[in-house]
């Protein structure tokens, strides 16, 4: 008896699994979407100061890496920030900007998640910004 309770538990779990995850098989592979900020001569900027925000103007605290990417290389929203995204196949709006003090690059980008929310996908948006 206590053999089938087993087996029939085993089963319902490896069903109601398949049923709510949607046959999803999230990798753990980490995405996320940069920018690269560049002068009016096309010299890529370091050590500039972003702000990312999202749809309602909440600054979105985005961790910047700049060891592992090319100088003028910055971050704009990476899997982090997945729950943000109630549905997927809506777009929300992120929006960047980047500062030396004095001049200013800015961009407006919308992202989605895919269908089982693993990961965050670039909809649109700049993958080169001028600093003017």
């Known amino acids: 008896m206590k053999t089938g309770i087993f087996i ?5 779990t490896s069903v109601s699994c398949s049923v709510l995850d ?10 996320y ?8 001569l096309g010299v890529p ?5 972003v702000s990312i925000k999202d749809k309602n103007g909440n600054k ?10 090319n100088p003028g290389v910055y971050v704009v929203l990476d899997d982090s920030f997945i ?5 997927t196949e809506r777009a ?6 980047a500062t ?7 961009a407006e980008y919308l992202f989605n998640t895919d269908r089982c929310r693993c990961h965050v996908n670039k909809v649109s948006g700049p993958d080169t910004l001028v600093l003017k």
Do not use: W
Request: aromatic residues 16%.
């Open 60 to 69: 979105l605290d985005v961790n910047q890496p700049g060891y592992i990417f």
């Open 8 to 12: 029939f538990l085993i089963l319902l």
């Open 33 to 40: 979407y940069t920018v690269t900020v560049v002068d009016t």
């Open 92 to 97: 929300e709006k992120v929006f960047f900007s």
């Open 83 to 87: 729950n943000m995204f109630e549905f």
């Open 100 to 106: 030396d003090g004095e001049r200013i690059a800015q």
């Open 45 to 49: 900027v370091d050590s500039l100061t």
């Open 22 to 31: 949607d046959n999803c098989l999230c990798t753990d592979e980490f995405c």
